[in-house]
Protein backbone atom coordinates (compact mmCIF):
# COMPACT_ATOMS: atom_id res chain seq x y z
CA UNK A 1 0.00 0.00 0.00
CA UNK A 2 1.40 3.06 -1.02
CA UNK A 3 1.48 6.11 1.83
CA UNK A 4 -1.34 8.15 1.68
CA UNK A 5 -0.98 11.87 0.31
CA UNK A 6 -3.87 14.19 1.50
CA UNK A 7 -4.49 17.58 -0.64
CA UNK A 8 -5.23 21.19 1.34
CA UNK A 9 -6.38 24.44 0.38
CA UNK A 10 -6.24 27.41 2.48
CA UNK A 11 -6.52 30.64 3.00
CA UNK A 12 -4.81 33.77 4.57
CA UNK A 13 -4.70 37.09 4.88
CA UNK A 14 -1.84 39.59 4.64
CA UNK A 15 -2.66 42.62 7.13
CA UNK A 16 -3.68 45.90 5.86
CA UNK A 17 -0.74 47.53 4.23
CA UNK A 18 2.20 45.01 4.69
CA UNK A 19 1.31 43.66 1.06
CA UNK A 20 4.77 45.48 0.17
CA UNK A 21 7.07 44.30 3.43
CA UNK A 22 5.58 40.35 3.23
CA UNK A 23 6.18 39.94 -0.12
CA UNK A 24 9.97 41.47 -0.14
CA UNK A 25 9.90 38.88 3.44
CA UNK A 26 8.74 35.94 0.99
CA UNK A 27 11.38 36.37 -1.52
CA UNK A 28 13.80 36.51 1.18
CA UNK A 29 12.74 33.47 2.76
CA UNK A 30 11.94 31.38 -0.20
CA UNK A 31 14.33 29.12 -0.11
CA UNK A 32 14.48 28.04 3.21
CA UNK A 33 11.01 27.96 3.32
CA UNK A 34 10.05 25.60 0.05
CA UNK A 35 13.74 23.33 2.44
CA UNK A 36 11.28 23.40 5.33
CA UNK A 37 8.38 22.33 3.62
CA UNK A 38 10.29 19.52 1.63
CA UNK A 39 11.08 18.00 5.63
CA UNK A 40 7.87 17.87 6.64
CA UNK A 41 6.60 15.97 4.14
CA UNK A 42 5.48 18.62 1.24
CA UNK A 43 5.15 17.37 -2.29
CA UNK A 44 3.68 19.98 -4.68
CA UNK A 45 2.64 23.42 -2.90
CA UNK A 46 1.50 26.81 -5.36
CA UNK A 47 0.33 30.00 -3.23
CA UNK A 48 -1.75 32.21 -4.81
CA UNK A 49 -2.07 36.26 -4.46
CA UNK A 50 -5.48 38.32 -5.00
CA UNK A 51 -5.20 41.39 -3.65
CA UNK A 52 -4.60 40.56 0.54
CA UNK A 53 -5.66 36.84 0.31
CA UNK A 54 -3.42 34.26 -0.27
CA UNK A 55 -4.43 31.27 -1.35
CA UNK A 56 -2.73 28.16 -1.08
CA UNK A 57 -2.69 24.45 -2.69
CA UNK A 58 -0.51 21.57 -1.02
CA UNK A 59 0.03 17.76 -1.50
CA UNK A 60 1.36 16.18 1.47
CA UNK A 61 2.27 12.56 2.57
CA UNK A 62 2.24 13.76 6.35
CA UNK A 63 -0.01 15.95 8.27
CA UNK A 64 0.84 20.07 7.62
CA UNK A 65 -1.44 22.36 9.67
CA UNK A 66 0.52 25.48 8.34
CA UNK A 67 3.54 26.47 5.73
CA UNK A 68 3.62 29.42 7.22
CA UNK A 69 5.30 27.90 10.90
CA UNK A 70 8.51 27.82 10.05
CA UNK A 71 8.69 31.31 8.63
CA UNK A 72 8.90 34.28 11.55
CA UNK A 73 9.10 37.06 9.50
CA UNK A 74 6.20 36.79 7.69
CA UNK A 75 3.41 35.70 10.63
CA UNK A 76 3.54 38.96 12.28
CA UNK A 77 2.64 40.39 8.65
CA UNK A 78 -0.23 38.04 8.32
CA UNK A 79 -3.83 38.04 10.14
CA UNK A 80 -4.55 35.29 12.20
CA UNK A 81 -7.95 34.00 12.41
CA UNK A 82 -9.64 33.60 15.90
CA UNK A 83 -10.44 30.19 16.83
CA UNK A 84 -14.09 29.41 18.27
CA UNK A 85 -13.00 27.16 21.31
CA UNK A 86 -10.58 29.79 22.87
CA UNK A 87 -7.26 29.02 21.93
CA UNK A 88 -4.52 30.65 19.67
CA UNK A 89 -5.78 31.45 15.87
CA UNK A 90 -4.28 29.97 13.05
CA UNK A 91 -2.73 31.79 10.03
CA UNK A 92 -4.85 29.18 7.26
CA UNK A 93 -8.39 28.43 7.26
CA UNK A 94 -8.49 25.09 5.34
CA UNK A 95 -11.22 25.44 2.74
CA UNK A 96 -13.79 22.95 2.14
CA UNK A 97 -13.57 20.57 -0.65
CA UNK A 98 -16.45 21.29 -3.30
CA UNK A 99 -14.52 19.49 -6.43
CA UNK A 100 -11.72 17.12 -7.20
CA UNK A 101 -11.58 15.44 -10.75
CA UNK A 102 -9.39 12.99 -9.15
CA UNK A 103 -7.82 11.43 -5.70
CA UNK A 104 -4.83 10.16 -4.72
CA UNK A 105 -5.10 7.47 -2.88
CA UNK A 106 -6.32 4.75 -4.88
CA UNK A 107 -3.99 2.07 -6.18
CA UNK A 108 -4.76 1.44 -9.88
CA UNK A 109 -2.66 4.73 -10.73
CA UNK A 110 0.15 6.60 -9.18
CA UNK A 111 -0.72 9.36 -8.26
CA UNK A 112 2.59 11.70 -9.50
CA UNK A 113 3.70 9.68 -12.56
CA UNK A 114 7.43 9.94 -12.73
CA UNK A 115 8.79 12.19 -15.16
CA UNK A 116 5.62 14.41 -14.95
CA UNK A 117 6.17 17.95 -14.44
CA UNK A 118 3.83 20.38 -14.54
CA UNK A 119 4.19 23.57 -17.18
CA UNK A 120 2.08 25.47 -15.88
CA UNK A 121 0.13 25.78 -12.24
CA UNK A 122 -3.21 27.72 -12.00
CA UNK A 123 -4.89 29.33 -9.34
CA UNK A 124 -8.32 31.07 -9.93
CA UNK A 125 -10.72 33.06 -7.96
CA UNK A 126 -14.81 33.13 -8.22
CA UNK A 127 -17.57 34.45 -6.27
CA UNK A 128 -20.67 32.37 -5.87
CA UNK A 129 -24.13 34.26 -5.30
CA UNK A 130 -24.83 33.36 -0.78
CA UNK A 131 -28.44 31.48 -2.21
CA UNK A 132 -26.46 29.28 -4.98
CA UNK A 133 -24.03 27.62 -2.63
CA UNK A 134 -25.55 24.65 -2.24
CA UNK A 135 -26.96 24.03 -5.82
CA UNK A 136 -23.22 24.67 -6.98
CA UNK A 137 -21.91 21.97 -4.72
CA UNK A 138 -24.45 19.58 -5.19
CA UNK A 139 -24.22 19.78 -8.91
CA UNK A 140 -20.05 19.31 -8.28
CA UNK A 141 -20.65 16.42 -6.29
CA UNK A 142 -23.14 14.83 -8.81
CA UNK A 143 -20.87 15.37 -11.84
CA UNK A 144 -17.42 14.61 -9.33
CA UNK A 145 -19.26 10.79 -8.68
CA UNK A 146 -21.32 10.54 -12.14
CA UNK A 147 -18.24 11.34 -14.24
CA UNK A 148 -14.28 10.80 -12.38
CA UNK A 149 -11.70 11.32 -13.80
CA UNK A 150 -13.08 13.91 -16.47
CA UNK A 151 -10.91 15.94 -17.42
CA UNK A 152 -8.34 17.40 -15.29
CA UNK A 153 -6.45 14.61 -12.85
CA UNK A 154 -5.25 17.74 -10.31
CA UNK A 155 -8.21 20.26 -10.61
CA UNK A 156 -9.96 20.83 -7.48
CA UNK A 157 -12.36 23.80 -5.86
CA UNK A 158 -12.72 24.49 -2.35
CA UNK A 159 -14.98 27.38 -0.77
CA UNK A 160 -14.17 29.81 1.60
CA UNK A 161 -17.33 32.37 2.77
CA UNK A 162 -18.64 33.48 -0.86
CA UNK A 163 -15.12 32.67 -2.97
CA UNK A 164 -14.73 29.46 -4.35
CA UNK A 165 -10.69 28.61 -5.54
CA UNK A 166 -9.84 26.26 -8.10
CA UNK A 167 -6.34 24.68 -9.08
CA UNK A 168 -5.18 23.18 -11.79
CA UNK A 169 -1.89 22.21 -13.54
CA UNK A 170 -0.60 22.11 -17.18
CA UNK A 171 -0.85 20.05 -19.32
CA UNK A 172 -3.58 18.20 -18.18
CA UNK A 173 -3.58 14.47 -17.01
CA UNK A 174 -6.69 12.13 -17.14
CA UNK A 175 -6.47 8.60 -15.99
CA UNK A 176 -8.39 5.95 -17.83
CA UNK A 177 -12.26 5.96 -15.97
CA UNK A 178 -13.24 4.73 -12.58
CA UNK A 179 -16.46 4.10 -10.83
CA UNK A 180 -18.17 6.86 -8.87
CA UNK A 181 -20.16 7.19 -5.96
CA UNK A 182 -23.14 7.59 -8.14
CA UNK A 183 -24.77 5.30 -10.45
CA UNK A 184 -27.29 8.19 -11.88
CA UNK A 185 -26.95 10.48 -15.15
CA UNK A 186 -28.31 13.42 -14.40
CA UNK A 187 -25.15 16.18 -14.36
CA UNK A 188 -26.41 18.77 -17.04
CA UNK A 189 -25.49 18.17 -20.37
CA UNK A 190 -24.64 22.12 -20.83
CA UNK A 191 -22.16 22.58 -17.77
CA UNK A 192 -21.23 26.17 -18.62
CA UNK A 193 -24.98 27.42 -19.06
CA UNK A 194 -26.03 25.23 -15.59
CA UNK A 195 -23.16 26.74 -13.96
CA UNK A 196 -23.58 30.73 -15.17
CA UNK A 197 -26.54 31.63 -12.48
CA UNK A 198 -24.27 30.44 -9.89
CA UNK A 199 -21.82 33.00 -9.93
CA UNK A 200 -20.81 37.03 -8.68
CA UNK A 201 -19.64 38.15 -11.77
CA UNK A 202 -16.09 40.59 -11.14
CA UNK A 203 -17.02 43.37 -13.10
CA UNK A 204 -13.60 45.19 -12.93
CA UNK A 205 -12.17 42.06 -15.23
CA UNK A 206 -11.11 41.29 -18.41
CA UNK A 207 -13.95 39.22 -20.10
CA UNK A 208 -12.51 35.93 -20.36
CA UNK A 209 -11.80 36.20 -16.67
CA UNK A 210 -15.59 37.90 -16.01
CA UNK A 211 -16.36 34.74 -14.00
CA UNK A 212 -12.93 33.36 -12.69
CA UNK A 213 -10.08 35.22 -12.26
CA UNK A 214 -6.38 34.08 -12.72
CA UNK A 215 -4.68 34.97 -9.82
CA UNK A 216 -0.67 35.43 -9.18
CA UNK A 217 1.20 32.32 -8.49
CA UNK A 218 4.40 33.71 -6.21
CA UNK A 219 5.41 30.74 -4.23
CA UNK A 220 5.95 27.36 -5.40
CA UNK A 221 7.84 23.98 -4.53
Known amino acids: MREAIE ?102 VPWRHSGYRAEQRIGSLARLKPEMYSSYVFLHYQLQEEKPRLFSKYYMIGSFDQYIFSYNELPSIVEQPRVGQLTTTNSPPDWGEAMEPHFEPWTEMVEAERLWCVMEEFFSL
Open 7 to 108: RFMWVSAIKPGMEEAFVEQLAAQQEQLQSNLRERGAIVCSVFREGNYLFTYLESAKQIDSIWTDAEMLTPLLQAWPSLDGEAGTYELRMNDIFHDDWPNVDE
